[in-house]
Every structure is written in C-alpha cells, then in structure tokens.
C-alpha cells in the first residue's frame, strides 16, 4: 500500500486552518532587495538614524540604540519604511536580520545590508520571523561560504526556500509572535534598569565620597567614620588542594555566568575528578585569569575551584561585604592592572596593598551586603523570567513554523 505524502503542517496551528503551507522563495515574497548607502557614519544629529551590521544586536534582532550615528549623506530612496527587511550581506555577521519598526524613528541603512520590502498577500512580520528558524540557519551557512570573507548576495537570498500558510495564518502568527516580542522588550528592559541600579548602587554604597571616609550613601542610624583597610587585610587567599568528588564538585570559569556571579549548570553532575583548590561557604572565588571577565562566585557549598581563581577568605569583615567590594568599580580597575597581554591575570601583590574604605562596624557592613544581595535575587528573578519568555518563544518558532 502506497504512502500517504506528508503533509506541509507545523506541528501546533490555529484552530480553524488546515491546509498545507506552500514553498516559496524569498524572492516572491520580497521585492526589491536593494544594497545599502555608501556613506560614512557621523555623530547623530537628533533626527537622522544609520543602521550598520554592528547596530543589529546579534541575540534580539533588535536595532542597538546604544550608540546611534547618522549617515553623512542621506538619501530618501535609502529610508526604511513599514515592510522592509534587512539582511546582512557580508563577514561574520551575514545572515542577521532586522525588521523595521515605525518605533525606532527615521532610519538609513547602510551599504553591507541589504533591504527587501514585503509584496501582496504577504505579512513581512512573519516573513522575518522565518529568518530566526534553523532552516535559514542552514541556508546561511552554507549559501556564505567564500574563499574570502563569507557572504551572501541579493540574486542568493531571492532563492532562499521556506514555507507559508494563507495570509490570514500568517497575520494570527505575526501578532503571536508581535506579542512575545514586546513581553521580551518590556522584560529586558526591567532587567536592565535592575542592573545599573545594582552598578549604581555598589558605587554609592561601597566607594567614599571624594577625600572623605564615609560613603556617598548610608542606612539610617550609621554615622561612624570608616576607615581604610589594604585588601591583604581583609582578605587571605586559601591553598589546600584537594580533588573534586561526587559530593565535592569542582567550579571551572565555564560554570560561571560573567557579571553575575551564577552557576549556568548543575555541577553536581559531573563526573571527571578534577585538581583544585578547596572552599565552602565561608569563601568568595574570584577569577584572576583574565579578570575583565568579571567570574566571581559567593560560595554557598564546599567544592574545588579548578583553575586560576582566588579562593578568598574574609578576615574580620562580613562576607557579603567582600563579595561586594569586589565587584566595585576600584577594585576592577587595580585587578585588572595584570601583566600579561594574551593572559593577563590579576597581581595579587598590587591587589592585596591597594587600600579600601571598610565600615569600622560589621553590622553597617551586613546591612549593605544584604541590601544588594536582595537587589541581587530580584535580577535573578527577572533574568530567570526572560529566560522563560525565550523559551517559550522558541517552542512557538519550532512547533508552530514549517
């Protein structure tokens, strides 16, 4: 008996929409697909926006406002409007996309990207929500390939191959997807203010104002001076080394989340045994190698800290307190005064007699550790929630898209 052909249906639809989603190339869908301005990126001048490659965040699609330029030159027939694309054409970056949004105000694009505007009885929303699929992934990988640089041309991305459902499918799939998008604004967007307030935060209530030993900011009812401590002081530097165990897991900088100070993995999984120095949660680890990197640990477990790590110990300061005062802005910028050019590592002579300014009282120095230990949980909490808005995100690209 013969096969029944498979059908062309996602896995999770609509209700009320059953027929099979048709092939086309990307070059029925858009029209156009015109190369960029050729002109020099300046200062912004408050009105006229540039688009280049770089300003397309690699991660949300998302135009990067963080340092806008205008094009020197402009030129009306180079201005996006509703139902562009833009599709990287060239270097690492070929392949990326970005589809424009009326929000992000008058903008040129640029000579590297190419620009696609959507046709008839198509929604361009759904159109770039394909380009985030595994499928164009694919394509892209294996379309770039130079003996140079890796690139993609327009006449390449006319023929790129995907599938699509009636208008009326696309449109409900569009706002879906619209509406996720705007929840993962909305919650990067928390996550970040969360973030330069703990930044700001470990500025004011850790550093000492300008020639002064008190710092900019105290809780109510502290007025003591504080006084200033050489980190050698304050810190000692564990040695004994000891191997990593099924009940004693080792800690390497790949299980650390940089900035954050949090494990990505459950590392009581694994099960190499590996050679490290031994901590628990009387410690602070913190990542001499490369110290830029900001790998930091405020251990709560007994474990090895495998590789180039200072294992701290806290003498006569709160723990919470030191975990801090390494992150402050001070502390980063003697750290990262390392010898060393392609590894550098932090000198702990020149770390340990630099001096910082401590509460004399260990209450005053509790009260601002669990103060940014809060602040601290509440962006993990909105960390763990763009994560889940991701995800969900991600199921709805696999299951709901050919």
């Given amino acids: 008996m013969d096969k029944k052909p498979k059908r062309m249906v996602p896995e999770v639809r609509f209700k009320g929409f059953t027929d099979d989603w048709e092939q086309r190339k990307l070059g029925e869908v858009l029209t156009e ?32 406002v963080d340092n806008i330029t205008s094009p020197k030159e402009t030129n009306d027939d180079y201005l ?13 970056s070929v392949g990326k996309t970005y589809i424009y949004n ?35 992934t694919n394509f892209v990988k294996i379309t770039s390939i130079r003996s140079g640089q890796p690139g993609i041309n327009a006449n390449e991305y006319k023929k790129y191959t995907f599938y699509t459902p009636t208008l009326n499918e696309q449109r409900l799939l569009s706002t879906l997807m619209q509406k996720l ?28 104002k300008k020639g002064k030993l008190i710092s900019n900011i105290r809780f109510k009812d502290f007025t003591e001076t504080w006084e200033q401590r050489k980190f050698g002081d304050i810190a000692n530097r564990e040695s004994k080394q000891i191997e990593s165990t099924s009940d004693i897991p080792s800690v390497e900088y790949d299980d650390i989340v940089s900035n954050q100070g949090n494990l990505n993995k459950d590392i009581s ?23 830029y990197l900001h790998n930091w640990l405020n251990a709560s477990f007994t474990g090895v800290a495998v590789g180039d790590w200072w294992v701290l110990k ?11 005062l390494i992150q402050t802005k001070k502390y980063d910028n003697v750290a990262n005064l390392s010898s ?35 602040l601290e949980s509440l962006i993990t909490l909105h960390q763990r929630k763009l994560n889940q808005l991701s995800k969900i995100k991600k199921f709805c690209l696999q299951k709901m898209f050919i």
């Fill in 314 to 324: 806290p003498v006569k300061i709160r723990k919470n307190f030191l975990y801090y």
């Fill in 102 to 136: 009326s929000n992000d105000g008058k903008i040129y694009y640029a000579g590297f990207l190419i620009k696609g505007h959507i046709r008839k009885n198509y929604d361009s929303r759904f159109v770039f929500e394909t380009t985030l699929l595994s499928r164009y």
């Fill in 340 to 374: 060393g050019s392609k590894m550098p590592r932090s000198d702990w002579n020149l770390v340990s007699n630099t001096a910082f300014s401590i509460p004399n009282t260990e209450e005053e120095q509790e009260k601002i550790g669990i103060f940014l230990s809060d």
């Fill in 80 to 92: 996006l409007t509703e139902g562009d694309i833009l599709f990287a054409r060239t270097g690492a």
């Fill in 33 to 64: 697909f015109q190369y960029g301005l050729n002109t020099p990126a300046i200062s912004f001048n408050g009105i006229d926006k540039y688009i280049r490659i770089t300003d397309i965040d690699e991660n949300t699609h998302r135009f990067n």
């Fill in 181 to 208: 998008e705007k929840l993962l604004s909305l919650q990067q967007r928390k996550l970040e203010q969360l973030k330069q307030l703990k930044k700001a935060m470990l500025q004011r209530l850790l550093v000492s």
């Fill in 269 to 291: 999984t694994k099960k190499a045994k590996k050679k490290g120095i031994e901590f628990n949660d009387t410690n602070v680890l913190y990542g001499k190698l490369r110290p």
